[in-house]
């Protein structure tokens, strides 16, 4: 996606925090929100301790949108892609908060392109889809850009459970492919 302007949503005294592990929060996390994300394979502590801090396969951050009190409202998982020395992206691998929470969501992408340009990061690749995840991102001002890799679609002769058809999920923690 290509953003083409995206206002500047309150902060609320919210931080975005990076985190160097993960503990029992982010399975507390994990537990309230993943019924909203039937096609998501694992986010608990767990996980993400071995895929970003453990054994990571590419340097990524872990981005916690804490609010006032320093609960965790959302995560974002990123890594930044160096092209030359005056150009760079910030990609968005992954992300979690309270599904269809458009404001919590808005509030974590406001946060991560405002981090990213202050960074100098000449662009931002979102790779993270879900029908209102989209959503965001066309309300947002956000410009579809179509894939040119290659990515397969594999259809099942059975039927998908109404609950994935409708509140799929897909990030790029699940496999190495996104790995540069």
């Not at 990515?151 to 002769?157: D, I, N, T, W």
Request: glycine share 8%.
């Amino acid at each position: 996606m290509r953003l083409r302007r995206l206002e500047s949503a309150p902060v609320c005294g919210h931080l975005l925090v990076d985190e160097a592990g993960c503990g029992e929060e982010f399975d507390s996390f994990w537990s309230q929100v993943r019924d909203g994300y039937g096609s998501c394979l694992q986010r608990d502590a767990r996980f993400l301790q071995w895929r970003l801090f453990d054994a990571a396969t590419h340097p990524l951050t872990l981005s916690a949108l804490r609010d006032a009190q320093g609960r965790l409202k959302a995560w974002a998982v990123w890594g930044r892609q160096e092209y030359s020395r005056d150009v760079s992206a910030a990609v968005l691998r992954d992300v979690l908060c309270p599904a269809g929470d458009r404001e919590t969501f808005g509030l974590l992408l406001s946060l991560l392109l405002r981090r990213w340009r202050r960074a100098g990061s000449t662009w931002a690749s979102l790779e993270v889809a879900m029908p209102w995840i989209s959503d965001v991102f066309r309300s947002s001002g956000c410009e579809h850009v179509p894939s040119r890799g290659n990515r397969y679609h594999v259809h099942l002769a059975s039927a998908v459970d109404p609950a994935v058809l409708g509140n799929w999920y897909r990030g790029a923690l699940d496999g190495d492919y996104f790995d540069y």
